[in-house]
């Protein structure tokens, strides 16, 4: 948002300082009063073309009709050549931005709406008029160079958008492996509850209640992760281990220590309960949020990772105390200074999952990453029960 109204903000300046240069010229040739028509028109255009952003379609062809009632006006009338070098410049942004940002169709239609007008400018000019040869120079070079501009842009855009899909791609289909892991996990442990029911039935009947309520746990579980595996394959809009608990979680924050500079580690020690693809997405997330923080921070002296488990979820920060490099800069902006993706691809996983990333300055100083994960605390007890079954079976197995 801000880098758009500095962009309208010195479009603004520069039709001014056009409009400025176009009065002057023509007052010293043909006279102030000849000026006011084509300074009207161009004011309007200009107009149009800074608030392009509400209706650029609209605006787009509105611009060409008003420009085009300029240019035979000033033939029927004997006026100055038009479009003025004010109305040019608004033409050339409104052109841009529609090849740029419109579907195909329309945004041809605007581009050959543009090429006409600068065939009618030419065509309208008198070869006698002052000016009027560079005027039409300028009409083609603004309305080609808009078209070329927008081209370029839209090119940028599409490979951008495509690099973003790709990275949205890999990560769900990075997620689904994982969730894949961990319905075979579930099936498995199943089959060992099954197993050891089968044991508990003839040595301790009275336990039987208890390895088929483990079975369901699981077997809930297994229901739950496969759903997921479908919603993450199923929306086209959207290799890590299936598990990193705290001991890996320490030895990567261990990695990211610098001499004079620790990284700081605070964990709940509630993580018992959480699925796989929880704990993998918290060590992921902690991965880049400290990357970022070693390539666009080195000199943060107080770096801090903290993970925890509250009313909403699991939670994850990883703040520090440096200014990043672009200062302010979203994380998008920072992905692509270092050409890479690394947070798009993070939230896409995370919202994946249902929760929340949020990335940012913070308001003393430096930057803040906050992870948000949804967590069902409920699944303890069946993960507990399959834990107690699954040792029975270890225990037992030999008397079946």
Known sequence: MNIRIASTASLAVALLAALGIEAIAIAASWGVRYWLVGGAAAVVVGGLALARHRHLSRAAVAGLVVAGVTVAAARAFHLP?????????????????????????????????????????????????????????????????????????????????????????????????????????????????????????????GRVGESLSGIEASAAEALRAMRRVVGVLRDSDKGAATSAGPERLAELVERFDRPGSPVVLRTSGDDAAWPPEVHSTVYRVVREALTNVARHAPHAGDVRVVVGEGPAGVTVEVTDDAAHDPPHGGPAARDAARGGYGLLGMRERVET??????????????????????????????????????????????GR
Do not use: K, Y
């Open 81 to 205: 050549t038009e479009p003025g070098p004010a109305m040019a410049l608004a033409l050339a942004v409104l052109i841009g931005s529609s090849v740029r940002t419109l579907p195909v169709a329309p945004a041809g239609a605007v581009a050959a709406g543009g090429l006409a007008l600068a065939a009618g400018a030419f065509l309208a000019a008198r070869p006698h008029s002052s000016g009027a040869s560079a005027a039409v120079v300028l009409n083609v070079a603004a309305c080609l160079g808009g078209i070329a501009v927008g081209l370029a842009l839209r090119l940028l855009d599409e490979r951008s958008a495509a690099a973003t899909e790709r990275v949205r791609r890999d990560e769900r289909l990075e997620l689904a492996r994982e969730l894949h892991d961990v319905v075979a996990h579930h099936i498995t442990g199943m089959l060992i509850q099954a197993q050891a029911t089968h044991v508990l039935a003839r040595r301790d009947p």
């Open 353 to 398: 999952l249902g929760g929340t990333l949020h990335a940012g300055p913070r308001a003393e100083a430096g930057w803040s990453v906050r992870v948000t994960l949804p967590v069902d605390i409920g699944r303890s007890r069946g993960a507990t029960a399959a834990a107690e079954d699954a040792g029975a079976v270890d225990r037992l197995g030999g």
